[in-house]
T-cell receptor
Framework: EAGVAQSPRYKIIEKRQSVAFWCNPI?????LYWYQQILGQGPKLLIQ????????DSQLPKDRFSAERLKGVDSTLKIQPAKLEDSAVYLC?????????????FGPGTRLLVL | GESVGLHLPTLSVQEGDNSIINCAYS??????FIWYKQESGKGPQFIID?????DKRQGQRVTVLLNKTVKHLSLQIAATQPGDSAVYFC?????????FGRGTSLIVHP
C-alpha cells in the first residue's frame, strides 16, 4: 500500500513570496490533516478535512494560509505572503474515517525555509 | 491551556539496554494517547496507543504505561537497538484537536 505522498520535499523562498505544498493521502482515506512542525517541537494541527469539507481550521492563520481539498482526495496548502516564522516542516497525514482515536499516517513532509 | 509535554529532551542509552521515555499531560479529560517515532527526515510513525480505560499495553518490544492519577504516561522500549534512535512524541488523540508533545530524542550508542 502506497503511503502519503507530499511534494516538494524542500523549498526555499524569500519572505513575502508565495509557496504551495501538495499532498496525496492513502487511497480510500477520508480524512486529511495538515500539520506545521517547527524545529524542536511537535507537530501542530493547522487544518483537518473530512472528504472535501473542513472539520477544523481553528489553528490555521487564515490571513496568510489557505488550504483546499476540492475533490476530496489530494490537497494543497498555500502560504501567501510567507514570513520568516513560517520556516518549518509541513506534514500531511491521513486516516480512514477521521475518528481521532484512529491511527494517522504521515507523509515525509515538506521542509520550508523562508529567508 | 491544555498541553501534552515531555520531561526530558534527550535520552542516551547503550544498545541492549531498556529505554523509558516519559510524558505528562494536563487535560484530565484526555482518553486516548498515542506514541509516535520520528526519524530524521521522515514523518511521525505510529508505535502504540492506549485508551484511558487501560493502565498498560504491550506491543513488540514496546510497552506503554498510563497513570491517570498523576496524568503521566511512559513508553518503554526493551533491548534498545540503534534503529530505535529517533525523536519520540506522545500525543493526545481523544480531544477534538490532536495535540503533540515536544518530543524526546533517543540516542542509542552501539
Amino acid at each position: 500500500e502506497a503511503g502519503v505522498a507530499q511534494s516538494p520535499r524542500y523549498k526555499i523562498i524569500e519572505k513575502r513570496q508565495s509557496v504551495a505544498f501538495w499532498c496525496n493521502p492513502i487511497s480510500g482515506h477520508a480524512t486529511l490533516y495538515w500539520y506545521q512542525q517547527i524545529l524542536g517541537q511537535g507537530p501542530k494541527l493547522l487544518i483537518q478535512f473530512q472528504n472535501n469539507g473542513v472539520v477544523d481550521d481553528s489553528q490555521l492563520p487564515k490571513d496568510r494560509f489557505s488550504a483546499e481539498r476540492l475533490k476530496g482526495v489530494d490537497s494543497t496548502l498555500k502560504i501567501q505572503p510567507a514570513k520568516l516564522e513560517d520556516s518549518a516542516v509541513y506534514l500531511c497525514a491521513s486516516s480512514f474515517h477521521g475518528d481521532l482515536r484512529e491511527t494517522q499516517y504521515f507523509g515525509p513532509g515538506t521542509r520550508l525555509l523562508v529567508l | 491551556g491544555e498541553s501534552v509535554g515531555l520531561h526530558l529532551p534527550t535520552l542516551s542509552v547503550q544498545e541492549g539496554d531498556n529505554s523509558i521515555i516519559n510524558c505528562a499531560y494536563s487535560n484530565s479529560a484526555s482518553d486516548y494517547f498515542i506514541w509516535y517515532k520520528q526519524e530524521s527526515g521522515k514523518g511521525p510513525q505510529f508505535i502504540i496507543d492506549i485508551r484511558s480505560n487501560m493502565d498498560k499495553r504491550q506491543g513488540q518490544r514496546v510497552t506503554v504505561l498510563l497513570n491517570k492519577t498523576v496524568k503521566h504516561l511512559s513508553l518503554q522500549i526493551a533491548a534498545t537497538q540503534p534503529g530505535d534512535s529517533a525523536v519520540y512524541f506522545c500525543a493526545e488523540g481523544g480531544s477534538y484537536i490532536p495535540t503533540f508533545g515536544r518530543g524526546t530524542s533517543l540516542i542509542v550508542h552501539p
